[in-house]
């Protein structure tokens, strides 16, 4: 697959990889790489740059943006995975009350986009998806699940946050709802049918997105969802497009149509 | 009654001196700010910001995205004394979510229209860039909304400013803690940073204009979707601090179609017709803000940037083209704003 060529062809010489072509090497692209390629260079560049707490991420002054749960997937060491898992469990999101405006159930957490903030769909679906990869089945994954429960959006699907906002439904976005489904998948809940019949709606509506139609293409086919293998094949026309897309689309793109799914398969 | 001189500036004054009066009755919508005031009167470094001089702020009435709008455009650029030549120019409009019902974002015939006017005033560069906050696959709001288009046609690049390489820039105020922020070097090395928020009310902040619209500078794969600590740190607050690290040089706001009531995303489109072009963020969101029915003073991070960071005072904003009086709307406030409507 000529994708799978590009996406290694911005493998950096250190074996990570930047969030657009010649850009230094961040863990999340480098992450996605890993799982997309099989890459044993950017799963070793990943253990590499885990901190002694177990952590993978960016930090920017005060602010720490958390990407340990797709690098736990992507990684080979178990002790670097099981070091990672153990800052997945240590480091949920903060709990906040519940609001007219932002109504929730403030007794869940989730996970969080950067330390010591409020949880939100992805980062709580790769957390899910982690914990439940590396055999994890305590409560914080009941309460990461609960949290996706309670975020769905009216009628099916996730948004980036909230299911309402100053009484207003939000709308599902294909992209979070395709991995909070990855996430989800296996499980016998409701919700999962229901966004994934809701995906399958939505998604020729956002395909102008690779990033969206890689997610939607990966979810269904993760689910085995009737409509997997026609937004296989959109998804396999944009050959040219995932060749100038950033490097989290390009591995998705790659992800979505190679065997990169088994790696993030809950067995 | 009002006066005219000879340019209209006094009655445009007035115009100013009356939207302005209307909200100190209002008062309390920033009381964060006002502890954050009473804890250090002036949280910024004086030599970064010495006291706002002169602005200069021009008003197009402009009723269709379908006219051109890249000779007005240039013709408001120039009336407030904007020299760009040998500039590389970023132009950073409002791009945040695609409902095709509505106006959540800078229209792209706009943009493309101030790359044009730009590239004719002599940039030596115009990029157009942006970090959407709620949707991570930022080229599907770049080809829904239709600014992809805009900028083949006239082969502009765009630069999504979540995934550009990123510097550290300390805070020289003090309305957060956050001591610095990582921001792309898009926009910490363009010779002119151009703001170009659509018009709009907003229903955390009160308005988005020129300032907040400096929140898409920020970018998401370091602070996530939405940009959450900065939620953390107090919206008002945040606001204050990115647009003074940001610090735009120019901004246009499009104000042809707005919306009113709740949003940034879930208001309605309203016609206002116009297009608010100044060389201060802060004097231009003034303009903009009565323009659209609101009181600038009751807007509590634009009433704290009037005092370190730009022009708020009416005698002191020289404003140009049409009467903004003209222009008057009335916009529904955001929830929770009723009090900063001047209508």
């Known amino acids: ?267 | 009654m009002h006066h005219h001189d000879e340019h209209g500036a006094v009655d445009r004054r007035t115009f100013l001196r009356g939207a302005v009066a209307a909200g100190v009755a209002v008062g309390a919508v920033g009381v964060g700010l006002g502890v954050r005031r009473a804890l250090e009167p002036e949280p910024w470094d004086e030599a970064a910001f010495p006291p706002p001089g002169d602005a200069h702020v021009a008003v197009l009435a402009a009723s269709s995205y379908d006219a051109d709008l890249a000779g007005p455009v240039e013709d408001a650029l120039r009336q407030i004394g904007a020299d760009v030549r040998g500039a590389s120019v970023l132009l950073k409009p409002n791009l945040v979510e695609f409902d095709p019902g509505t106006s959540i974002n800078t229209d792209p015939r706009i943009v493309a229209a101030a790359v044009l006017a730009f590239r004719r005033m002599g940039a030596a560069s115009v990029t157009v860039g942006e970090g959407p906050g709620h949707r991570r696959d930022t080229m599907f709001v770049v080809e829904r909304s239709g600014l992809g288009d805009a900028l083949r046609a006239v082969e502009a690049p765009f630069v999504d400013l979540n995934l550009d390489a990123v510097e550290p820039v300390p805070l020289r105020s003090r309305y957060t803690r956050l001591g610095e922020l990582w921001l792309p070097t898009s926009v910490t090395r363009a010779d002119v940073v151009v703001s170009m928020p659509k018009m709009k009310t907003h229903h955390w902040a009160g308005v988005t204009l020129s300032l907040k619209n400096c929140f898409g500078c920020v970018p998401s794969r370091v602070y996530g979707w939405p940009k959450n600590v900065l939620h953390y740190h107090g919206v008002q607050q945040s606001i204050l601090d990115v647009a003074a690290a940001v610090r735009p040089d120019l901004a246009i706001v499009d104000g042809i179609v707005a919306m009113e009531g709740n949003g940034p995303i879930s208001g309605e489109p309203v016609p206002v017709g116009a297009i608010v072009v100044g060389d201060d963020p802060v004097a231009t969101d003034v303009v903009a803000a009565s323009i659209m029915g609101v009181d600038p003073a009751a807007i509590a991070y634009l009433d704290e940037a009037a005092r370190f960071l730009g022009q708020a005072d009416p005698e002191r904003i020289d404003t140009r083209g049409e009467d903004p009086s003209r222009l008057q709307a009335s916009l529904a406030p955001a929830p929770g704003f009723d009090g900063a409507a001047t209508g």
Do not use: K
């Open chain 1, 1 to 267: 697959m000529p994708a799978t060529d590009d996406l290694a062809a911005r493998r950096n010489p250190d074996g990570g990889y930047g969030p657009v072509p010649r850009a230094g090497s961040e863990p999340e692209p480098t992450a996605l790489a890993a799982l997309a390629l099989d890459d044993d260079a950017a799963a070793s560049w990943l253990e590499a740059a885990q901190g002694d707490d177990g952590s993978v991420g960016m930090r920017a002054g005060a602010v720490f943006r958390d990407v340990t749960a797709p690098a736990v997937l992507a990684m080979r060491d178990p002790a670097a995975q099981r070091a990672g898992v153990g800052w997945i469990l240590a480091s949920r999101a903060r709990a906040e009350p519940s609001t007219d405006a932002l109504p929730h159930d403030p007794a869940l957490r989730g996970w969080a986009w950067t330390s010591d903030t409020f949880g939100w769909a992805e980062p709580t679906a790769w957390s899910v998806l982690a914990l439940r990869v590396m055999g994890h089945d305590g409560p914080e994954v009941d309460d990461g699940i609960a949290v996706l429960r309670d975020r769905a959006c009216v009628g099916g699907g996730w948004n980036y946050g909230n299911r309402i906002v100053l009484d207003e439904e939000l709308p599902p976005f294909v992209q979070t709802t395709g991995i909070a489904l990855i996430a989800l998948h296996g499980l016998d809940e409701p919700m999962v049918a229901t966004a994934a019949d809701r995906l399958a709606t939505i998604w020729p509506h956002e395909a102008d997105g690779l990033l969206s139609l890689a997610l939607a293409a990966a979810a269904l086919r993760t689910i085995g969802h009737r409509s997997a293998a026609e937004v296989a094949r959109r998804l396999g026309e944009r050959q040219a497009a995932a060749a100038d897309a950033d490097t989290i689309a390009l591995a998705w793109f790659v992800i979505a149509l190679g065997d990169g799914l088994e790696r993030l398969a809950v067995t």
